[in-house]
């Protein structure tokens, strides 16, 4: 219960005190992203290292002008711009150019954070929703991969991602060790499963995050796939496996399905939106035309988050009717 301008707030408990900070929570997630932006870095080579420094500088710089133009105060202390600057640049292609990393910067910043009243007041993932449209944008620059420097012994060589090997069922699929440890074409900083577990495992350690939204949006995934996944010649374990390794998935069910702002804050709606997640990436990569899903699953489920934060709201003492608990 709180007064807020002369009016008696009733919320439903608990009614939880931390010391936890924004930028205390941005720079435990800068240090968990750290190990897969140094392993993208480590395995695409130097161009890897100058996408993420622009997409940050780039995030850092639109936040700074936007704020200064509308004569807000200055907010880039508060990290959460250079958070999303490498959360955009893990999830784009090490060879992308560089003047598309900056615009999909500010397009995060400007037109899906701050236009809407900065931090906390966006409805979608700032980071997915710029990848998204430089998708859409950028098709083909999007959708260029290159194998990494090292495990395949070839230097920046164009190549087909294992999900896009697995879908049309041409090209060639790496080990499940490879695909676990990184060495598979991709994304910056979505290749190495190890990398973003060790990121992972340090949240939950610090409590930044909560697992149910990654476990619920895992275990959907791969129940699907598991049974209804088009496996071709692998077995429904392997298939699985290789599905959970592959693409963004986990990179984005740690660190995109879990934001503050654009996710559930109650028990059964962080476990409703996860779920639902899971459902769409596994209907999108299996029946959609790209083999990939996870962006777009997010960001329709960011919409739907607000519903879901209403139908699973405990009711507050003394209040009558309402949602379930």
């Given at each position: 219960m709180q007064v807020e301008n002369n009016r008696l707030t009733v919320s439903a408990a608990p009614h939880i005190h931390t010391n936890m900070t924004v930028s205390g929570i941005m720079r435990?997630?800068?240090?968990?992203?750290?190990?897969?932006?140094?392993?993208g870095c480590v395995i695409f080579g130097w161009r890897a290292a100058v996408v993420i420094i622009t997409c940050i500088a780039s995030c850092l710089l639109s936040e700074f002008i936007f704020n200064k133009v509308m004569k807000r105060k200055n907010t880039i202390g508060d990290l959460s711009a250079v958070v999303t600057g490498m959360l955009l640049?893990?999830?784009?292609?090490?060879?992308?150019?560089?003047?598309?990393?900056?615009?999909g910067s500010a397009f995060a910043i400007i037109v899906v954070k701050q236009i809407f009243g900065g931090l906390g007041k966006n409805f979608m993932n700032p980071a997915l929703a710029a990848r998204c449209f430089m998708l859409i944008a950028w098709t083909s620059a999007m959708t260029a991969f290159v194998n990494p420097l090292m495990g395949y012994g070839a230097d920046a060589v164009s190549a087909a991602t294992p999900l896009?090997?697995?879908?049309?069922?041409?090209?060639?699929?790496?080990?499940?060790?490879?695909?676990?440890?990184?060495?598979?074409?991709?994304t910056i900083g979505e290749t190495s499963v190890l990398m973003i577990l060790i990121g992972f495992v340090y949240l939950l350690i610090r409590r930044v995050i909560t697992p149910r939204i990654p476990l619920a949006f895992v275990a959907a995934f791969a129940v699907l796939t598991f049974f209804f996944g088009n496996k071709g010649d692998m077995s429904?374990?392997?298939?699985?496996?290789?599905?959970?390794?592959?693409?963004g998935l986990m990179l984005g069910a740690v660190f995109m399905a879990t934001d503050y702002t654009t996710t559930p804050t109650t028990p059964w709606g962080m476990v409703i939106f996860?779920?639902?997640?899971?459902?769409?990436?596994?209907?999108?990569?299996?029946?959609?035309?790209?083999?990939?899903g996870v962006s777009f699953s997010i960001i329709l489920m960011n919409v739907a988050a607000p519903l879901i934060e209403k139908a699973t709201r405990p009711k507050s003492f003394g209040e009558k009717g309402g949602a379930a608990q």
């Open positions: 435990d997630v800068i240090i968990a992203l750290l190990p897969s932006a140094v392993f640049a893990l999830n784009l292609p090490p060879q992308i150019p560089i003047y598309m990393a900056v615009i896009a090997a697995m879908k049309s069922g041409a090209g060639d699929i790496p080990s499940l060790k490879n695909a676990f440890l990184g060495f598979i074409p991709g429904a374990v392997d298939y699985t496996l290789m599905q959970l390794c592959t693409g996860g779920i639902g997640c899971g459902v769409l990436t596994f209907v999108i990569r299996r029946f959609g035309g790209y083999p990939e």
